[in-house]
């Protein structure tokens, strides 16, 4: 299933730190992995679709947003942002399981890729709080 990654390798060219963190690559992977999840959903459940679509693409979006912002609270911030649309996401996989859109499969997979993913925020966050305290008492 990891289909997600696909195309990753010629979107990552230049020098671009975000690109190099494997938060972001897993992102990319679970907004790749949402996208054609939702694909096949009926047309009833468009504004399911619509916010699991959102949700997935603000993760990936709120890391390379958050990466060039000129301080390290910065930065934290818009990946605790980004966290909190993994958890919405999450939540969202959950419902289409027992509503019946998703195989057990697919939920297996989802949620295994955004606890992978949710323990890369908490070890960066953590790694920049380290940081940003270093450098406060310079």
Not at 91 to 117: A, H, P
Request: charged share 30%.
């Amino acid at each position: 299933m990891n289909k997600g990654n696909k195309g990753l390798k010629r979107v990552i060219k230049g020098n671009q730190g975000y690109k190099k963190l494997i938060v972001w690559r897993n992102a990319c992977e679970l907004r790749a992995f949402i996208y054609r999840l939702t694909r096949k959903f009926p047309k009833q459940e468009l504004r399911r679709v619509s916010q699991m679509n959102d949700s997935a693409r603000s993760i990936k979006q709120n890391i390379q947003e958050g990466y060039i912002r000129k301080s390290l609270a910065e930065y934290i911030h818009f990946l605790i942002i980004a966290q909190g649309s993994l958890n919405e996401l999450s939540g969202d996989l959950e419902d289409c399981y027992v509503d019946g859109l998703i195989s057990e499969d697919e939920f297996n997979y989802g949620e295994k890729l955004i606890g992978r993913t949710n323990y890369l925020f908490v070890r960066l966050i953590q790694a920049l709080e380290r940081r940003r305290k270093v450098y406060a008492k310079i």
